[in-house]
């Protein structure tokens, strides 16, 4: 656990032992278990967000994904009456092959992954409202995929399986990013793209794959989210949920520079945008101030990125000026006398 994880996890114990003590509802086990659950609605998302910001890029897309594979899985389960297996199977591979054409813009086209996620944002929104007659979709009273919504949305020994989910994921995803190989490469890649290339980095691969790892996990994370809600609105079913990803990055220490970001920091982001979110909720705070708590968080990490960019680089400024320090003309007067010291012959007296 480095500084960063340390410093999130204390901020993250001070706000809960002073909500709970502001309003002792907060550290209800009611409330403690549906935190839980929401923390991991919205970590899954927000682990492959954070991917892709550490290559240096960002993804603005992941609502509407959400929108346009919502649809698309009720109506198969629905509609079609397509077996759970292959609809859930439908889903994920729709959000791989979303998150490979993105990669594949940025990558092969090298078009700015801004614009390119910026433009997916509306061509899936647009595609789903499009595509139901901007009408919503739902499950009814019928009993379709009755065991994966257990899975969905159950829990096990009280611990909801949304959290559960996120664990594994985050346990997965950090021995992916922080004790392999391509790890590095992401990191490398978002530190210097053309430095990485030229020391025989696949940076296409590595960029592309971190937008398909980020479309498979909003795949993931469009199931859970259609068990939690029972029903898809396609103009607003994941409005602004990329913003939720992004601010939980931010803050877990995930930099809009790229080259920077852990799992855990990620995971911590997500629980305290959420311990946050609560706040505001029991204090009696009208609920149209989410997005400005939201938008506060990003602009709060963002300074602090800031703050401690520029005094790393102050840091070693100061260290390049202390090594290349000139010798002064009485330090290179002593050198030499000591050097014509120890070349003469030594005395008897002096060796016993």
């Known amino acids: 656990m480095n500084k960063k994880d340390l410093g999130l996890v204390l901020l993250l114990v001070v706000i809960s032992a002073v909500t709970g003590a502001i309003n002792p509802a907060f550290l209800s086990l009611v409330n ?98 499009y595509y139901t007659s901007d009408s ?34 985050a346990l997965v995803l950090g021995v992916l990013l922080h004790r392999s190989v391509y790890g590095r490469w992401l990191y490398a890649v978002g530190k210097n793209e053309e430095a990485a290339r030229f020391s025989g980095i696949s940076t296409n691969i590595v960029i592309a794959t971190a937008y398909i790892i980020s479309g498979g996990l909003a795949g993931i994370s469009t199931v859970l989210f259609v068990f939690y809600t029972n029903s898809v609105s396609p103009s607003s079913f994941g409005n602004f949920y990329e913003l939720y990803a992004i601010a939980a990055a931010v803050l877990g220490g995930c930099s809009l520079r790229g080259g920077e970001g852990s799992i855990l920091g990620i995971v911590l982001g997500t629980a305290l945008l959420q311990v946050l979110q609560n706040l505001v909720n029991i204090l009696g705070i009208p609920n149209s101030l989410n997005f400005a708590v939201m938008g506060t968080v990003i602009l709060i990490g963002v300074l602090a990125d800031h703050q401690l960019q520029a005094r790393r680089r102050r840091k070693m400024a100061l260290a390049g000026v202390v090594r290349a320090r000139p010798r002064s003309t009485a330090e290179r007067q002593q050198g030499a006398a000591a050097r014509n010291a120890d070349a003469l012959p030594a005395r008897t007296g002096d060796q016993a």
């Open 32 to 129: 403690l278990l549906n935190m839980a659950n929401l923390i991991g609605l919205f970590g899954v998302f927000a682990l492959g967000e954070g991917l892709v910001i550490i290559t240096g890029g960002i993804d603005l897309s992941l609502g509407s994904m959400f929108a346009l594979l919502g649809v698309v899985f009720i109506d198969l389960l629905t509609t079609y009456e397509v077996p759970w297996p292959l609809a859930l199977l439908a889903v994920l591979l729709g959000g791989l092959a979303l998150g490979g054409i993105q990669g594949f813009l940025v990558t092969r086209l090298k078009m700015q992954p801004f614009i390119v996620t910026l433009c997916g944002l509306l061509i899936y929104r647009g595609a789903a409202r």
């Open 136 to 169: 919503t979709r739902g499950f009814g009273y019928g009993d379709e995929a009755a065991t994966l919504s257990s899975i969905a949305s159950g829990n096990v020994a009280g611990l909801p399986n949304t959290f559960i989910l996120l664990i594994i994921l």
